[in-house]
């Protein structure tokens, strides 16, 4: 007896669920609507499925764990206030959920290789 076709696609399901929850999520963190960041075990519970298949699904499906997702959405955010802005770097860290400013630059340069107010010099200076 073949395997049902609705099963087969259950992570790409999944996946695309994970998107549009981080996107809006994203979303709701610009906008001010929620002040922290969702963990793998939030994202989970929104789609009803145990923090570890959930990570073990999205990684499965995309090669990557679902933090590493997160976390490129939020530099890319953090880039674009960086660059788009002149907010102080410590304000976009609390837009970003970060609890200290301190925790922001360690994030930010240990993807970027250098921290936001060097970011944000280098655009200065190429342009």
Known sequence: MPIPKKLLSRKEEITKDFFVLLEKHIDDVLTGKTD???HIKDFAALLFIHPT???N???LTTG???CHFAEQRVMEEA????SDTNKPIN???YRL???EPTNFTK????FEGITPKQFRKQLLENT
């Not at 880039?79 to 960086?82: A, E, F, H, P, V």
């Not at 994030?107 to 240990?110: D, E, I, L, P, V």
């Open 79 to 82: 880039k674009k206030m960086l």
């Open 53 to 55: 298949h959930f990570s």
């Open 36 to 38: 922290t960041m969702y």
């Open 91 to 93: 304000e976009i860290s």
């Open 97 to 99: 959920t970060f609890n």
């Open 57 to 59: 699904t999205i990684k």
């Open 64 to 66: 990557y764990s679902p």
């Open 107 to 110: 994030f930010f340069k240990s």
